[in-house]
């Protein structure tokens, strides 16, 4: 399996290459050069894998050639065997044609596990087989961070240096990074919002020496192997529901497109799905572009669900890449013009494809206080905010007849406040984590300067303080 650049200026390369690589260096995003895909009868002989099994013969078509079948199934076994839950990814049926998947069971509480686990084994892997020793960047909006330094604490071939916005994550998800005080890890809180965490990444990236010496590498979901990871749980859950002799809908809250897109990935390899359903918070620029073709630019307000306050969705250049046929000359052409203007011209007919399979729901915070109060009082189930806006959009989406699974990215304890706010409970961190208030911190606080930040970088790499 070769990748390409959604740009097209950057040598194609395989499945380990695209892993320690990240971001092209072009800057667009690597896809695979074509689509595995599944029958119908492939599809029929998953039922009853394993969640790793199933993920193993998921992922082993986009590293063939470059990481074995044997290998991937080990790594997939490791990579779950500690999450709690035995089914990994549980289904819970809210109402007659409504699910939740708990995709929080890992061990940040957070749907990002999913990939992260697998990707800290699969780097070590590489590294080993390659003599090499990697720096990974990575911006975050909530649960990525966590999950990417659980996934890389204490591994002697990976420093791993993770930006937040500064204030604008929960208490919980700050803590689950700055405390993790391992001599490989490394915070930066950054004066500034997510976008601004996301472009300093992507600059760093871009400043070819700086790449070099550091031998940077990603684990945002602008790296390929993150959005392969996702694709097994929406396979999991779709087969579980009658896949692939029924079709299936998906609601998913998020904000880079990432998790989404994975899903549409799924339905590229076979897997039939009938709809998918963006979850949006006031930080809608998504639900825009899918409700009225404006996918421009605004200021990242904060909100209930910080994970998806962002203003710049870095995946959907996936996506568009697809739908303007593969011409990557088209696509760095609206990409750069996006850059410039703050607008994507998205073609008009690209728009209306879009649309046809997607749907845009947006929910403020009012509305996701609401939410979470309506599901609790009607189920007795405690939704994150993120995930509260999920099973609003599936419920808004749904199609008669067609079962729908609205995506539990979070646990609710993640987010206390606002679970408390709008129910009058306030729910505990499971016992793995109740000492996390009283452990120490350590991070340091920078501008948003690419200059700064390349040095805090540096500083963290070279010494065993960031």
């Not at 001599?183 to 600059?203: H, M, R, S, W, Y």
Request: hydrophobic content about 45%; glycine content about 8%.
């Amino acid at each position: 399996m070769q990748y390409v650049s959604t740009r097209g200026d950057a040598a194609p390369r395989d499945f380990a290459g695209v892993l320690l690589s990240g971001l092209a260096e072009d800057g667009g995003l690597f896809v695979p050069e074509a689509w595995p895909t599944f029958t119908a009868a492939e599809w029929r002989s998953f039922r009853g894998l394993s969640y790793p099994d199933l993920a193993a013969r998921l992922i082993a078509p986009f590293a063939a050639g470059s990481i074995a079948p044997d290998v991937i199934r080990r790594l997939c076994a490791e990579a779950y065997a500690g999450f709690g839950h035995p089914a990994t990814v549980p289904l819970v049926q809210l109402e007659g044609g409504l699910w939740v998947q708990e995709l929080f069971h890992g061990p940040t509480l957070a749907f990002k596990d999913l990939a992260m686990q697998l990707l800290g084994r699969l780097f070590d892997h590489v590294l080993r087989d390659q003599d090499r020793r990697i720096t990974i960047v990575g911006a975050t909006s909530g649960d990525t961070g966590s999950a990417a330094i659980e996934a890389c604490r204490d591994r002697e071939r990976i420093r791993a240096v993770i930006l937040h916005p500064r204030g604008r994550t929960s208490e919980v998800q700050r803590r689950q990074m700055t405390t993790v005080l391992s001599p490989n890890i490394a915070n930066l809180a950054v004066e500034g919002t997510f976008d601004d965490c996301q472009d300093l990444v992507k600059a760093m990236f871009a400043d070819a020496p700086f790449r070099e010496e550091l031998s940077l590498s990603a684990v945002n979901s602008i790296n390929w192997a993150r959005v392969a990871a996702q694709i097994p749980y929406y396979a999991a859950a779709a087969i579980a529901l009658g896949a692939p002799d029924r079709e299936v809908s998906f609601a998913v809250p998020t904000g880079n497109f990432g998790n989404v897109l994975a899903a549409w990935a799924a339905r590229q390899m076979g897997l039939p799905v009938a709809r998918l359903m963006v979850g949006s918070n006031r930080n809608d620029i998504l639900t825009r572009f899918l409700r009225g073709n404006d996918m421009s630019v605004r200021p990242v307000e904060p909100s209930l669900s910080p994970s998806m306050d962002i203003g710049v969705s870095s995946n959907f250049e996936r996506l568009l890449f697809e739908l303007l046929g593969r011409d990557a000359g088209a696509c760095a052409q609206v990409m750069r013009n996006f850059r410039d203007t703050g607008r994507m011209d998205v073609p008009d007919a690209a728009w209306r494809e879009a649309a046809s399979l997607f749907e845009g729901f947006r929910l403020d915070d009012p509305g996701t206080e609401a939410e979470i109060r309506r599901v609790h009082a009607a189920t007795g189930y405690l939704a994150d905010p993120h995930t509260a806006i999920g099973i609003a959009a599936g419920r808004a989406g749904a199609l008669p007849g067609v079962p729908t699974v609205a995506m539990a990215t979070a646990h609710p304890a993640k987010f206390p406040d606002a679970i408390e706010a709008a129910t009058g409970l306030r729910p505990p961190l499971p016992p793995r984590l109740d000492d996390l208030y009283e452990r120490e911190e350590r991070f340091r606080t920078v501008a948003n300067r690419l200059s700064e930040v390349q040095g805090a970088v540096r500083n963290a790499v070279f010494s065993n303080a960031a």
